[in-house]
């Protein structure tokens, strides 16, 4: 009898908590289908009609599915670039004892520490002199400058984590350290990665300030700043902007769909596994 009083409190609270999530997607939904007035005197009602022109104006002015598109392939670049260059460092962090290895170790986790607004002004003279304003490669290189601490911070934990015996195996059978790291180390550090992958993407996909600064050809435009297209000096267009976040979601939450229970398997082990 406790048992099934303690499943249904569970179910219960299951529900609940799926309702919490599911709820603001659903007012964003309905936002995206009224005009100003409508969201600003009733958020959390039915709109008397559906103003599906919104999305037409997020498609047509904002032109939301190239910017999903460029989007996509900034997150995606910085990723790959991210988790190659972290696993990397953290293999020689984590395997290589070398003078110093501490030292570099902390100048990471400095790094994760590091307020992006106070890097601004720096990068974007460094942009100047490398001309790299609308330039995709250095977007690309930012995002992944300021996701690589995290990413060597969790790899370098979680590969202290993995038994050495595996490298001393590898090493009998003739693997280099390329072999070790891909062949061996690669496929156990499954669970991290696709973590990392997630957190780094997602951090890619809807960054703004970096966006705003180094982009200013409507034809490169990131997610984010392409919303900024229904803003103006004395009237903002509520609903186009609530059309481009629904169109904008669709794809992170096809992403989590697929890769949730990587991430989810991730975080519990980073959680038992550290330096």
């Known amino acids: 009898m406790k048992r099934k009083i303690g499943k249904f409190f569970i179910y219960l609270f299951a529900i609940f908590w799926m309702i919490v999530t599911i709820f603001p997607l659903f007012i964003t939904f309905l936002s995206s289908v009224k005009d100003n007035q409508g969201i600003t005197l009733g958020m959390f009602k039915l709109p008397d009609r559906f103003i599906w022109s919104n999305y037409t104006q ?142 780094a993407f997602i951090a890619g996909y809807g960054e703004l300030i970096f966006g705003m600064l180094l982009m200013s050809d409507q034809n490169k435009y990131t997610v984010a700043r392409a919303m900024l297209t229904f803003t103006g000096g004395y009237k903002v267009s509520l609903g186009p902007i609530f059309a481009c976040i629904i169109v904008a979601v669709i794809p992170m939450i096809v992403i989590y769909i697929f890769f949730h229970e990587k991430v989810q398997e991730g975080m519990l082990t980073g959680a038992i596994k550290g330096w």
């Open 58 to 199: 997020a498609f047509a002015s904002a032109y939301i599915l190239q910017a999903v598109g460029n989007s996509l392939f900034f997150a995606f670049s910085s990723t790959v670039l991210t988790i190659l260059i972290g696993m990397l460092a953290a293999y020689v962090l984590s395997r290589k004892k070398f003078l110093g290895s501490k030292i570099i170790y902390t100048m990471f986790l400095i790094g994760v520490m590091v307020p992006i607004h106070c890097t601004i002004i720096p990068i974007s003279s460094m942009a100047t002199a490398v001309h790299g304003k609308n330039e995709s490669w250095f977007l690309i290189l930012v995002y992944t400058a300021f996701a690589l601490s995290q990413a060597i911070f969790l790899f370098t934990g979680y590969l202290n984590g993995v038994s050495k015996e595996l490298d001393e195996a590898a090493l009998i059978d003739g693997c280099n350290d390329r072999q070790i790291l891909f062949k061996v180390l690669l496929p156990v550090c499954t669970p991290i990665i696709s973590t990392e992958a997630i957190l």
